[in-house]
């Protein structure tokens, strides 16, 4: 058994000790929170299961990682906060821990992330024997490994699109649905996710990967986007109102220019509701999912509807990630210490899983 320890337990962690505890490779050893109010709590509790674990959560990193464990799901957030996840993502590979997270957006094109994040984990493995692998959903399978599978049932291809269409107020992060994102601030208000470059930053390496597996060469990533304000003040379950003439909804693409057309793109068409821009397009049931379509010869569309946590489409999106993540442990435990990306690591089926129950 691989001793894991799942550091964070937000909408990611949450997962994540649930798909450590169902993976019959792997052992729970640790948990590791911030929130002094979690401290001392059982991870079955934390995990949202209806049953303990008998693992305390701890914030002692450096007990933690003197341990010794052989694997960290990193699960904190690096969306406002990149330099400390490094920074607590570099002390885990230090202690020879094969590390998996989705904190890291520069880390998933690993070969052309910039330096100051690249040079630090690469000393980190070179030191500790540790490897690091980052993924998601979107940046992540979605506009990965699920495009770049359904491709090679095509003849021809002509573009490869990959949406994520999503109501934000099932997102359980008011902060950054509000402020990174800008949802029910004035439209002259400019959300750090939007502004110019971001979205390559965050995108770009997804489309460079598929690029790179499809052996193509990119001319240029190009940016567009696209604001909507809310025509109404609407109300919502989780995160309360937005006002009408605040922003509502975005659409943006990230284009991966081959040959002077957009040939590869990533296209985000996210709401705060339902109401807005109602002409932009929806998800099969009105919450969120993502989508593949090969525009060639067959046309070929994917949609992938993912809930748990009581239906809810973001904690599924989350679930998967972890799936993903998670899933990759005990390859990255075989395989040599490195820095490894999407192309790298393989999709396998869930080997041991099938009629599997978590107690």
């Given at each position: 058994m691989i001793s894991t320890v799942v550091w964070g337990t937000g909408n990611v962690g949450r997962a994540a000790v649930r798909a450590v505890e169902a993976h019959p490779a792997l052992k729970l050893v640790n948990v590791l929170v911030h929130n002094p109010g979690?401290?001392?709590?059982?991870?079955?509790?934390?995990?949202?299961?209806?049953?303990?674990?008998?693992?305390?959560?701890?914030?002692?990193?450096?007990?933690?990682?003197?341990?010794?464990?052989?694997?960290?799901?990193?699960?904190a957030s690096g969306d406002i906060r990149p330099d400390d996840a490094l920074a607590d993502i570099v002390r885990a590979l230090r202690a020879g821990a094969v590390v998996v997270t989705p904190a890291l957006y520069p880390l998933y094109d690993q070969r052309n992330a910039p330096p100051e994040f690249?040079?630090?984990?690469?000393?980190?493995?070179?030191?500790?024997?540790?490897?690091?692998?980052?993924?998601?959903?979107?940046?992540?399978?979605?506009?990965?490994?699920?495009?770049?599978?359904?491709?090679?049932?095509?003849?021809?291809?002509?573009?490869?699109?990959?949406?994520?269409?999503?109501?934000?107020?099932?997102?359980?992060?008011?902060?950054?649905?509000?402020?990174?994102?800008?949802?029910?601030?004035?439209?002259?208000?400019?959300?750090?996710?939007?502004?110019?470059?971001?979205?390559?930053?965050?995108?770009?390496?997804?489309?460079?990967?598929?690029?790179?597996?499809l052996g193509v060469e990119l001319d240029e990533i190009r940016e567009t986007m696209d604001r909507r304000p809310l025509e109404t003040t609407v109300s919502t379950r989780t995160m309360?109102?937005?006002?009408?003439?605040?922003?509502?909804?975005?659409?943006?693409?990230?284009?991966?220019?081959?040959?002077?057309?957009?040939?590869i793109v990533i296209e985000h068409v996210t709401r705060i509701h339902p109401s807005c821009a109602p002409d932009w397009p929806q998800p099969p049931d009105g919450t969120g999912a993502h989508r593949v379509i090969i525009e060639g010869r067959p046309r070929i569309e994917v949609t992938v509807e993912a809930a748990d946590e009581g239906e809810n489409r973001s904690a599924g999106?989350?679930?998967?990630?972890?799936?993903?993540?998670?899933?990759?442990?005990?390859?990255l435990v075989e395989a040599a210490p490195g820095l490894y990306d999407a192309l790298d690591v393989p999709l396998r089926p869930a080997v041991g899983k099938l009629g599997r129950k978590q107690r």
């Open positions: 979690k401290v001392g709590r059982d991870a079955g509790e934390l995990g949202g299961l209806d049953y303990p674990l008998g693992v305390a959560a701890t914030d002692d990193i450096d007990a933690v990682l003197a341990a010794g464990p052989q694997a960290v799901v990193y699960a690249r040079e630090p984990v690469l000393a980190a493995i070179a030191e500790g024997g540790g490897s690091l692998f980052v993924s998601g959903v979107d940046p992540g399978w979605g506009n990965d490994v699920l495009p770049l599978l359904i491709s090679g049932l095509a003849t021809t291809i002509d573009v490869i699109r990959c949406q994520e269409i999503f109501d934000y107020s099932t997102y359980e992060q008011p902060d950054s649905v509000r402020y990174l994102v800008g949802m029910g601030q004035p439209m002259e208000y400019e959300p750090l996710m939007l502004m110019e470059t971001i979205p390559t930053m965050v995108w770009g390496g997804q489309i460079r990967l598929m690029a790179r597996a309360g109102e937005f006002e009408a003439g605040t922003q509502g909804a975005v659409r943006f693409e990230v284009q991966g220019i081959v040959e002077g057309e957009a040939r999106g989350n679930a998967t990630a972890v799936g993903r993540l998670v899933g990759a442990i005990d390859w």
